[in-house]
């Protein structure tokens, strides 16, 4: 029986460059039995597809051969699934499915009118895959120490304190010992710089001659290696230790800015505080956040970040969210309400129940999402690997030819020769242009993500930027997903008074239509009065009194069969209708008393974040299974074209529509219903939590249900796509400038070199601009 792939990942310490990530690649894919390597230099991480029974020991040995820390983070699992974290939680409480609210509540049977109500159960947030996020050492061999110019040890604290620094370092001060050697006895100059040089080569040539063992003869250790060999043999040690030299801080100076980039992810982490105030038996003990079991109650002080997603069981507060979702308003949350991990409590004491483990939470959740994103290549990246497949051994090549052709056909000095192709190897270095997308995609989803934007993978984010159409669900994804007061109308009473007795009808209820007019009560600080005799007429409404006035709410349809209804109300009902809003007849003494009109309406930014998709060239429709009449009126508020009564299939088979018609079509929702059309999409982008299948099915995530954040998905996109061709041009750019002087005789090996890292920490240091991207 063959025995299924599975996949396990790693920690990998000590890249700092897409060349590392390159040699780990291509040296683990030589390995008997592996599958499938994907590897990220941002996170740090490295993901093996490999058969069931492989002996992973011939995988980390390689690994370690190369230089880099090895250990694994996550238990192997089958590689059509999640990965596990190695402690996987059960959560033992469904997440969830949507489509669809029970309408019965508390013995009242509502039927307020023809309104189709597509509301959604528990909105599960940034539920895209599980993973202990702890750096694992279990097993961990030492790497072979300095064995390579990118070994910066561990991935945190100072660079002086990592093996790639202190290699650095020492490169370094020999460098200025033999200057002063050189100065003081003249004579043993160079043997002084080819000691001060051999400090830093030799690390790097035994890298070159590892790597070349495992089928990469083209790396940059190799082409650093023959470089200052080669100027050595001409006669010019003291600028083959300074290239050296000059190639070690070049790559710390990547290894730096790989870690901001990595960090500022990693940020996110440390924004959970580290303990908790358990509730157990009417007391309160701290425990560490992460031992919290999901069911378990916390208490969260006015002030303290909250360090757990979880619900809330009693209080109110404003939360300051902004740490996580960018939102500089804070959030008024109530019982009921979720609530995240590292958010800010702030006036209200609060007891949550916490709903997901450490290991589970939106944040934890968000960090491995994007890291499993930066491991996946985009379509730009992979142009770029295959092209400097060829342009490196092309470089070696004209090196070559300009080093020997001149003094072979026209009796040109070798020693200048030489020297110019040592400086064109040092130029054609594919370092700066390998880098220039995956640090530009990692920079850009780190900082999506930090504004609730996932996107999984670079490919993803090239296509987002591409669309030209883009499809909305309206229950929960354009609207919010349950119904609010839109009209109160008198009919012989105040309009406060109208709310107050529907309200008392209303009390204790949990129907959507219930909860909007206790809402509204509430919001205009109405004291609602007990009503007594309450009781549902099956199908028809609620009846009840207060203060001995019989009352009832109800359908205009049930309200009619008990009080005649004037021509004139009836008209203002039908209007009501005609703009998708749902009436409630109120009649008070056997007579009308007022009308409550409810629509689910659409979220606060709808408009605007329309706007800007249509400003960037974006079509909007609106598809969804509601009724026409509904769809149709919030449709026009919003000025989108619109498709109602859709079925699943019918979804699918309008985008599939558009895409026949030439368009890039993302399409937005939330639910079940929306799986099929979300994977026709060329982007599926799951909006505002929606459900687990949904947020499976798709793409792309907006966790916090902006509707705006959607154009600033694409913004994102576009601003990436822009800084990448920057990135190369630069990259492209520089080299040509410098092959031209070299050639010509104006620059040698030092500005060579600096070419080389210069163009690599420039193109990293604009990538990382991304991370402070206006989104929106």
């Known amino acids: 029986m063959a025995i299924a792939a599975t996949q396990t990942r790693y920690r990998v310490e000590g890249m700092d460059c897409a060349s590392c990530a390159s040699k780990i690649d291509k040296a683990v894919r030589g390995v008997t039995g592996v599958e499938d390597v994907s590897v990220s230099v941002t996170a740090g991480t490295m993901t ?13 040995d390689r690994v370690r051969r190369l230089g880099y820390k ?7 699992t089958p590689a059509a699934g999640t990965a596990k974290p190695a402690h996987d939680h059960e959560h033992g409480h469904d997440h969830g499915a949507c489509c669809g609210h029970d309408h019965d509540h508390t013995g009242h049977d509502h039927d307020h009118g023809d309104h189709d109500h597509d509301d959604h159960a ?6 895209h895959g599980h993973g202990k996020h702890d750096h694992a050492t279990a097993g961990e061999a030492p790497a072979l120490a300095g064995l390579h110019g990118h070994d910066h040890g561990p991935s945190s604290g100072p660079w002086w304190r990592s093996g790639k620094g202190r290699l650095t370092i020492a490169a370094g001060i020999a460098l200025v010992a033999a200057y002063g050697i050189g100065h003081l006895f003249p004579a043993i100059a160079v043997w002084a710089f080819d000691i001060a040089m051999l400090v830093g080569l030799i690390p790097i040539a035994r890298r070159a001659f590892v790597a070349a063992r495992y089928g990469m003869p083209f790396t940059i250790e190799m082409l650093m290696t023959i470089a200052a060999v080669g100027a050595v043999i001409i006669g010019a040690a003291e600028e083959g230790a300074a290239v050296v030299f000059l190639f070690l ?6 290894g730096v800015a790989a870690g901001k980039a990595r960090a500022s992810i990693q940020s996110l982490a440390s924004l959970v505080p580290k303990t908790a105030l358990l509730e157990t038996d009417g007391r309160t003990q701290e425990v560490p956040a992460d031992a919290l079991a999901v069911g378990a109650v916390i208490l969260v002080r006015p002030g303290d970040r909250i360090p757990a997603d979880g619900v809330i069981v009693s209080g109110d507060s404003a939360i300051d969210e902004a740490p996580v979702t960018g939102e500089s308003t804070p959030k008024r949350k109530e019982t009921g309400d979720n609530v995240f991990a590292g958010t800010v409590n702030g006036d209200g004491a609060l007891r949550i ?14 960090i491995k999402l994007v890291e499993e994103a930066q491991e996946s290549k985009a379509p730009t990246e992979r142009f770029i690997d295959r092209f400097s497949r060829y342009y490196t051994p092309g470089v070696v090549v004209v090196a070559a030819l300009v080093a020997i052709l001149p003094p072979l056909l026209v009796g040109a000095s070798w020693n200048e020769w030489i020297y110019k192709g040592l400086a064109i190897l040092l130029i054609g270095c594919p370092c700066a242009l390998v880098i220039s997308t995956p640090a530009a995609i990692a920079a850009s989803l780190s900082a999506g993500a930090r504004r609730g934007l996932l996107m999984k993978g670079g490919a993803v984010l090239e296509t987002v930027g591409k669309i030209t159409a883009a499809a909305f669900d309206k229950t929960g994804t354009l609207t919010e997903g349950k119904p609010k007061v839109t009209d109160i109308v008198p009919l012989g009473r105040e309009e406060a008074e109208v709310l107050r007795l529907a309200a008392a009808l209303e009390a204790g209820s949990s129907h959507p239509l219930a909860t909007a007019i206790l809402g509204k009560a509430a919001e205009r600080n109405i004291l609602t009065p007990v009503a007594k005799d309450s009781k549902a007429l099956g199908g028809k409404g609620v009846t009840g009194s207060v203060d001995g006035l019989a009352l009832f709410l109800g359908s205009p349809k049930a309200a009619a069969s008990q009080a005649a209804l004037p021509a004139d109300i009836v008209a203002r009902i039908e209007a009501l209708n005609q703009e998708g809003k749902t009436v409630s007849v109120l009649l008070a003494g056997g007579m009308p008393a007022g009308l409550i009109a409810m629509r689910d309406e659409p979220r606060e930014d709808a408009i605007a974040g329309l ?3 249509r400003a960037a060239g974006v079509r909007t ?8 009449r509904t769809a149709q009126a919030i449709g026009q508020k919003l000025g989108l074209e619109v498709h109602a009564e859709l079925l699943p299939q019918d979804k699918q088979r309008i985008v599939n529509e558009l895409k026949a018609q030439g368009l890039m079509v993302a399409k937005v929702g939330d639910g079940i219903n929306d799986a099929p059309a979300l994977a026709a999409a060329d982007v599926g982008i799951a909006m505002g939590g929606g459900t687990d299948v949904a947020l499976e099915t798709a793409d792309a995530a907006v966790l916090h249900g902006r509707v705006s954040d959607v ?7 576009r601003c990436t796509m822009t800084n990448i061709h920057q990135n190369i041009t630069m990259a492209l750019g520089l080299k040509a400038v410098f092959l031209v002087t070299t050639i010509a005789g104006i620059t040698g090996l030092w500005p060579a070199i600096l070419a080389d890292t210069g163009a690599t920490v420039l193109v990293t240091m604009n990538a990382l601009r991304l991370l402070r991207a206006k989104i929106g």
């Open 48 to 60: 093996v597809k490999h058969g069931g029974g492989q002996d992973l020991g011939a995988v980390e």
């Open 122 to 127: 528990g909105h599960d947030h940034g539920k």
């Open 353 to 366: 129940r916490v709903s997901a483990a450490a290991a589970d939470n939106t944040i934890a959740r968000v």
């Open 621 to 628: 429709l609106m598809l969804t299974g509601d009724n026409a």
């Open 611 to 613: 706007s800007a998709l």
């Open 70 to 76: 090895v250990s694994p983070l996550l238990v192997a």
């Open 711 to 717: 154009a600033g998905m694409v913004s994102l996109s």
């Open 249 to 254: 801080v070049g790559e710390l100076l990547e």
